[in-house]
């Protein structure tokens, strides 16, 4: 078997990133975290990435932006928002714009890992 699916967290908030790099590393999955949308953006790497979980507010660039940034150079991994915002009119944005799940903080994290699991299905094109 090959490298484990790389997924990219990308929250400003320290604690959850590495919360979050636990749990996807129990799921077998490799983690690569990021404080900020703009050091993603830079990572020279970052299309190694085959899934996003995404914070919506960010200091400069935030999660929305971002998802437009990556619409906008496809193909775009799955993304997936947790935030602590939950907001309706946000949500229904980011889901318009191709977003594959968005929770509020603190997320279930059995909610949140079957979204992964589902987001990474759907990017290997095994689901119809």
Known sequence: MGQPAKIAVID??????EALEGLIASLGYSAVT?????SFLDWSERRSVVCIVLD????????LELQAKLN??????PIIFVTSYVDERL???ALHAGADGFFGKPVDHTALID??????????????
């Open 72 to 77: 906008a150079e496809p193909p775009t991994p």
């Open 115 to 128: 979204c992964i699991r589902s987001a990474l299905l759907k990017a290997n094109g095994s689901e119809t």
């Open 91 to 93: 949500r229904r944005k």
């Open 34 to 38: 990021f404080g900020s949308a703009q």
């Open 56 to 63: 919506v507010r960010m200091p400069t660039i935030d999660g």
């Open 12 to 17: 400003d908030d320290q604690g959850f990133r």
